[in-house]
């Protein structure tokens, strides 16, 4: 099954941090920007960052910058989000997809994208 696997959330006190992971699985990222998402229920989806397939160009909304930071590592098929400085705004499911490069995602153009996972609930509270 070709699909993202995404981990890493969790319940974490405002100000502190996680690090997910969104692990390919029946596919490799070498060639495909990955992009994150979030989710509140009743919400709409926000893209929260976009990493290009060398690695070399990163983008973030504006809501995140500063604080969180995409990476990857195309040896073990992972593109990882760290996120510090966490507010109970940060509170969603967090979810990946690819796509050819990150043109589509800075102009929020993100349903023809690929391998959508099933995401990873993170929750900030006291």
């Known amino acids: 099954q070709t699909q993202f696997v995404e981990s890493g959330g969790g319940l974490v006190q405002p100000g502190g941090s996680l690090r997910l992971s969104c692990t390919a699985s029946g596919f490799t990222l070498d060639d495909r920007a990955i992009v994150w998402f979030r989710q509140v229920p009743g919400k709409e989806r926000e893209g929260v960052s976009c990493i290009s397939s060398s690695g070399g160009s990163t983008n973030y909304a504006d809501s995140v910058k500063g604080r969180f930071t995409i990476s990857r590592d195309n040896a073990n098929n992972t593109v990882y989000l760290q996120m510090n400085s966490l507010k109970p705004e940060d509170t969603a499911l967090y979810y990946c997809?690819?796509?050819?490069?990150?043109?589509?995602?800075?102009?929020?153009?993100?349903?023809?994208?690929?391998?959508w996972g099933k995401g990873t609930l993170v929750t900030v509270s006291s």
């Open positions: 997809a690819a796509d050819s490069s990150c043109a589509a995602y800075v102009l929020g153009i993100w349903d023809g994208m690929n391998y």
